[in-house]
């Protein structure tokens, strides 16, 4: 439970960090979203979700978890 308690206060970061760091851009990109396609939003979602566990693999192929 702990460990869980870590990863969605990391998630928690690092979706906040865009807003911190480039709030203009943040508000046209979500200005932008409901123009896409639903296919378009999933392909984003699948890329993003693999990006994610690619890192966690070569993380844990390098031994750094």
């Given at each position: 439970m702990v460990?869980?308690?870590?990863?969605?206060g990391m998630?928690?970061?690092i979706e906040?960090?865009?807003?911190?760091?480039?709030?203009?851009?943040?508000?046209?990109?979500?200005k932008?979203?409901?123009?896409?396609?639903?296919l378009?939003l999933?392909?984003?979602?699948?890329?993003i979700?693999?990006?994610?566990?690619?890192?966690?693999a070569l993380?844990?192929a390098?031994g750094?978890l």
């Amino acid at each position: 439970m702990v460990f869980f308690l870590y990863v969605l206060g990391m998630v928690l970061i690092i979706e906040g960090l865009p807003y911190l760091t480039f709030p203009v851009f943040m508000k046209t990109l979500l200005k932008r979203i409901p123009e896409l396609t639903d296919l378009q939003l999933r392909l984003y979602g699948l890329v993003i979700m693999l990006v994610g566990l690619a890192i966690i693999a070569l993380t844990h192929a390098k031994g750094l978890l």
